[in-house]
Every structure is written in structure tokens, then in C-alpha cells.
């Protein structure tokens, strides 16, 4: 059987999708992996176990399915810095590690300010992104600094350890902070002015662009013998893309541990206050506003464990449908690390406000699952102002609730779609490997298949326009407070 391989480097573990030609899963696996964390705010992990992974899983691809090509998909900003040998001279620095903040302010002053940076580059210099992460290395490790001569993102790493083939493609540049996202270059203006040496990152290439071969060691290892691997893409960008966002308007909204809401657009204007990122997707041409909000179903997640343990999933969704819009007055401020989108405030915290005697835990649920498809509707109406939104899809864990598919649809005032595939990057990078192979974009979007749709009820929309703006205003009351007690 001839099929597509998908690989998605992620942080807790690596996934890999055998799929046929005609977009159906025929086989998924799954390799974990660890985090280290070896300073608080710090996340790291051993590049070589990310191979290790991929080899175990490339390994167990069953004799009779022939691998015609192999897409890759893989945690976005995440560091690996190499030598000439290709030798990896330190742990990667993560996506999610906070070490640099005094980077990126520093950076962020040296090229002109926010709103020159955000006009070289589509973003802000953010902790997690890649450059500060380099200027970190500069700063306290130079030994390490002084023998760089290669900077790659996660997938690229294992994309040159499948190939040899130094390679970075359009979406996880875009994350790099050293990227012009409209030009599709790297910015080597703002490389000079930090001394950073542009050589370093790898040529550019398209995202379904063929990276090159196996090796031939590999190749004749695992037999197969005409296999490519394309250069895919960021994660978010793939996962969008292996959810059906092919088009300009299409939008994802996903409900994971952390929630994102994301829009395909033709523009190349971004975001001028910087609340919204600004990233090329996967497909030439196209760009995504994207929101992120921290704590999702984390929010959820923390008070069953804290809350609720003797209650079953069910229960607690039987107790929210027993309790009106609004939680009868009760609100949840999702916040529990901060806040990335609309707010920019790490200083952020949770919040649950409006208790009174005749509270219960159902009151509770229902305000944290309504405070959490709130911050996601702050984020889609920053996007939709950004850019028209035309079609919506619900996908994570959240999306598998059928009170929070209503929920949702009811806040953003449009018709939900579930997707009936919903696999993230892996999925995403088996099209990327299709497309790669001559296969064309109406092809790989037939692959797509929608379980439900779920329609917004106008009552429920007119009750939640009600409660909206008190969580709105509930942070601003509470902002000048939060900062007076970070630390604290």
C-alpha cells in the first residue's frame, strides 16, 4: 500500500500518521518525551531524543506500506544550535522556556522600538521566540556561542538528520523574530544590527518543497529506497492546514491545554499593536492572525483536579447545563500564567468572582468554562477585525464537549464545524508530504471530512452578549492590581 508519513515533533511526545492516498489514517503511533527544567522558567530538551523517537517510529512503519514521501511537523521557536559537524552543542531551548526576557527588551531597543520591529518582522520579540534565545547563548554561554555555525528549529534539525540537507521553510520563520513575513526573507538588516551572523539559518525553501532524500544509510535500513522528505512547517500552521484551513477566511479555533484562535488571510499587513501574532501558514500566499490565550482547558483541568475529583466528567456536565447563561452572576478570568492575547500581561491571574451563598460547584464550572470561551472570543474578535472570517472549525479536546461546541458557536455567532479528523501536525504534515509529491490543494482539501456543525443559538448568543462585557471589564478593574501583587 502506498501511503504519506506525517511526523509532528511535539513537546511531550512525537506522532507519527501513516496515511493512504485517498487522506485515511491507516496507522498512528506515538514515542513520549521529556522536559527538563532546570531553572524555574527554563525548558530544555536532548535533541537526540527527538531522533531517537523518530528513528523507533520510522523503524516500526510496517514492510508492506510504502512510504512515498515523509512531511514533518514539529514544536515552533524551539532552538538547536550545531557546529560544522552537525554536533548539537547544547540541549534545545523551548518554545515555552522563559529565560529572555532581558533579550528581548534589549534587542527590541537596539532595532528601534515595538513598532519597528513589528514593521521589520509582522511580531514583537517574544520570550519564546528564536533570536532572543541566541542572544541569551551570546550572553552566558560564549564558549557555546563561539562554535555555532547552524541554528535550527525542531523539525528542521530532524529534517537535516533525515537528509542532510540544511533547510527552513516560510511558517516556523515566521516565529524566529528574525523574519520578514511579508517579504518571505530573512531580515538581515535586523541581523546586523544584533551581530548575528545570517549564515546561520539555513536556506528558505516553501513548506510542501521537497528538503531532499533519505540518506542512503537510512534509506537502505529501513528499504525504502525513493522516499523524500518535504520541509513542512510549524505546528500550528500544519495543524490548521490538516484541519481543512486552506482558504483565506478560514479560521481555527482550538481548545487544547492552552486555546488559539487563527485565520488564513492573503494580507500582509499585521497586527499594528502586536496583541496578535502574524505568521506565514504553510500555503504560498497565505498568512494567519493568530490569538493564543495560556490556561484553556488548563483552567478546567485545575479545578477538577483541585475541585472536583469525585465528580466524573459527565456529572460536571450535566451540573453546567443545569445552571443559566451567565452562571447567575458568578465569573471566571482565565488567567492562571498570565496572559499572551488581548492583554500582553504575565502578571495576570485567575480570578472567580461573584460567589454567594447559594453557589455550588456547578456555578463554578459553568463560570470557568464560560470565562475560557470568553478569552477565546477575545482573541476571535481581534481576528475577525483583522481579517473576514468565512468558515469555522472547533478542534482539541474541547471540541469533543457538546456543551462547549454550543458554548462556542454562541459566542462567536457563527456555525461551528467539527472536524472528523482531528490528528494536529502529524495529519497536516501527511498533506504537506502529498503535496509535495504533485498531488494538487483541491486533492489534499477533498481529504477533509466535517462530523458536525454545530449552529448558534440566537437566545443563547443575545444572554452571553450580556455577560461579555463584565468579563471585560472585570480584568480592567483588576489589571492595576495585579501588577501591584506580582511577586507577591
Avoid at 501511503?3 to 503511533?29: A, P
Wanted: charged share 25%; hydrophobic share 40%.
Amino acid at each position: 500500500m502506498n501511503v504519506y508519513l506525517g511526523l509532528d515533533i511535539g513537546t511531550t511526545n512525537i506522532k507519527m500518521l501513516l496515511v493512504d492516498e485517498r487522506g485515511s489514517v491507516v496507522k498512528s503511533m506515538s514515542h513520549p518525551l521529556e522536559l527538563s527544567a532546570p531553572r524555574p522558567a527554563w525548558a530544555e530538551q536532548d535533541p537526540e531524543d527527538w531522533w531517537n523517537g523518530v528513528w523507533t517510529l520510522l523503524s516500526s512503519v510496517p514492510s508492506d506500506m510504502n512510504v512515498l514521501r515523509i512531511g514533518l511537523s514539529g514544536q515552533m521557536h524551539t532552538l538547536v544550535p550545531v557546529d560544522d559537524d552537525g554536533t548539537v552543542l547544547r540541549k534545545a531551548i523551548l518554545w515555552c522556556d522563559q529565560r529572555t526576557s532581558a533579550e528581548c527588551d534589549e534587542a527590541t531597543a537596539a532595532v528601534g522600538g515595538e513598532d519597528k520591529i513589528i514593521e521589520m518582522t509582522g511580531n514583537l520579540i517574544y520570550p519564546g521566540f528564536t533570536l532572543p534565545k541566541i542572544l541569551w547563548i551570546r550572553k552566558n554561554e560564549p564558549e557555546v556561542y563561539g562554535r555555532i555555525r547552524t541554528c535550527f528549529i525542531a523539525k528542521d534539525y530532524i529534517g537535516w538528520r533525515l537528509t542532510g540537507e540544511r533547510a527552513a521553510e516560510w511558517s516556523d520563520a515566521s516565529g524566529s523574530s528574525c523574519y520578514d513575513i511579508s517579504a518571505r526573507r530573512w531580515r538581515s538588516d535586523l541581523l546586523r544590527t544584533l551581530g548575528i551572523d545570517e549564515a546561520w539559518l539555513p536556506p528558505l525553501k516553501g513548506s510542501s518543497d521537497v528538503r531532499g532524500k533519505l540518506r542512503p544509510e537510512l534509506a537502505s535500513k529501513l528499504g525504502w529506497k525513493q522516499a523524500e522528505v518535504v520541509c513542512g512547517g510549524a505546528d500550528n500552521a500544519v495543524a490548521a492546514l490538516g484541519l481543512g484551513v486552506c482558504s483565506p477566511g478560514d479560521c481555527m479555533i482550538s481548545i487544547g491545554t492552552s486555546g488559539t484562535v487563527l485565520a488564513a488571510t492573503e494580507s500582509t499587513s499585521p497586527d499594528p499593536t502586536g496583541r496578535l501574532h502574524f505568521f506565514n501558514t504553510v500555503l504560498p500566499g497565505q498568512s494567519y492572525y493568530m490569538g493564543c490565550m495560556l490556561a484553556a482547558a488548563a483552567s478546567l483541568n485545575w479545578f477538577k483536579d483541585t475541585m472536583g475529583k469525585s465528580l466524573s466528567w459527565d456529572e460536571i456536565e450535566k451540573g453546567i447545563n443545569e445552571i443559566p447563561v451567565g452562571a447567575e452572576g458568578t465569573l471566571w478570568l482565565p488567567y492562571l500564567n498570565g496572559e499572551r492575547t488581548p492583554h500582553r500581561n504575565p502578571n495576570a491571574r485567575g480570578v472567580l468572582y461573584g460567589l454567594s451563598s447559594m453557589s455550588d460547584e456547578r456555578h463554578v464550572f459553568r463560570a470557568v468554562m464560560e470565562g475560557i470561551t470568553y478569552g477565546l472570543r477575545d482573541s476571535f474578535e481581534l481576528v475577525k477585525a483583522a481579517t473576514p472570517v468565512k468558515r469555522v472549525l472547533l478542534v482539541g479536546g474541547g471540541s469533543k464537549n457538546a456543551t462547549w461546541r454550543r458554548m462556542v458557536a454562541a459566542n462567536v455567532k457563527a456555525p461551528v464545524s467539527i472536524p472528523l479528523v482531528d490528528e494536529g501536525g502529524a495529519y497536516g504534515a501527511a498533506m504537506l508530504a502529498a503535496l509535495g509529491g504533485g498531488v494538487s490543494l483541491d486533492e489534499v482539501k477533498g481529504w477533509i471530512k466535517i462530523h458536525e456543525t454545530v449552529e448558534p443559538d440566537s437566545e443563547e448568543s443575545a444572554a452571553y452578549d450580556k455577560v461579555y462585557p463584565q468579563f471585560r471589564a472585570l480584568y480592567a478593574d483588576l489589571k492595576e492590581r495585579f501588577d501591584a501583587t506580582a511577586g507577591m
